[in-house]
């Protein structure tokens, strides 16, 4: 069964990364739009919870561990940097539709009833028994080459 959501494997070869570069400077870019109409604490949830999928999805996306000057480590963050940007809940079901169109972009959404269920199981019912074109999304996570993310988030602003 085709869920229309990129499962591949896209993002860096080992011999691509460079922690080096300005985040401007790196052919991928990732985003991640949050409904802007979603209470402070919602709004935080739902773009942890796409991000963390997001790292699943593809590879090369977080860099190595720091280490301080006392030695402990601190574990690698996004090396490419990660833009939260806010849009009305239409915006989010009109970007997911045409981002999974494209290829070579790693989608990853959350549905909203993802926010309105405890239980993992209830939400794969109430997921499952709703048709793709009747989901509305609380955070939609864009990953793929920089010139097609940046059209399909044209006119977005940061997540205030």
Request: net charge negative; glycine share 10%.
């Given at each position: 069964?085709?869920?229309?959501?990129?499962?591949?494997?896209?993002?860096?070869a080992p011999d691509e990364i460079d922690q080096s570069l300005s985040?401007?400077?790196?052919?991928?870019?990732?985003?991640?739009?949050?409904?802007?109409?979603?209470?402070?604490?919602?709004?935080?949830?739902?773009?942890?919870?796409?991000?963390?999928?997001?790292?699943?999805?593809?590879?090369?996306?977080?860099?190595?561990?720091?280490?301080?000057?006392?030695?402990?480590?601190?574990?690698?963050?996004?090396?490419?940097?990660?833009?939260?940007?806010?849009?009305?809940?239409?915006?989010?079901?009109?970007?997911?539709?045409?981002?999974?169109?494209?290829?070579?972009?790693?989608?990853?959404?959350?549905?909203?009833?993802?926010?309105?269920?405890?239980?993992?199981?209830?939400?794969?019912?109430?997921?499952?028994n709703s048709r793709g074109a009747d989901l509305s999304y609380c955070?939609?996570?864009?990953?793929?080459?920089?010139?097609?993310?940046?059209?399909?988030?044209?006119?977005?602003?940061?997540?205030?």
């Amino acid at each position: 069964m085709s869920t229309g959501v990129e499962t591949a494997r896209i993002g860096f070869a080992p011999d691509e990364i460079d922690q080096s570069l300005s985040t401007r400077e790196v052919p991928f870019k990732w985003v991640v739009v949050v409904d802007h109409d979603l209470p402070a604490g919602r709004a935080v949830n739902a773009a942890v919870c796409v991000a963390g999928a997001t790292t699943q999805r593809t590879s090369g996306l977080l860099g190595a561990d720091a280490a301080d000057a006392d030695g402990s480590t601190h574990p690698g963050l996004p090396w490419i940097g990660c833009t939260v940007l806010g849009a009305p809940a239409q915006r989010l079901t009109d970007l997911r539709r045409q981002a999974v169109a494209q290829p070579g972009v790693a989608v990853v959404d959350m549905p909203t009833q993802a926010q309105h269920t405890r239980v993992y199981d209830d939400y794969l019912f109430a997921v499952g028994n709703s048709r793709g074109a009747d989901l509305s999304y609380c955070a939609v996570s864009l990953f793929g080459p920089r010139r097609v993310i940046d059209k399909l988030v044209k006119g977005l602003s940061l997540l205030p």
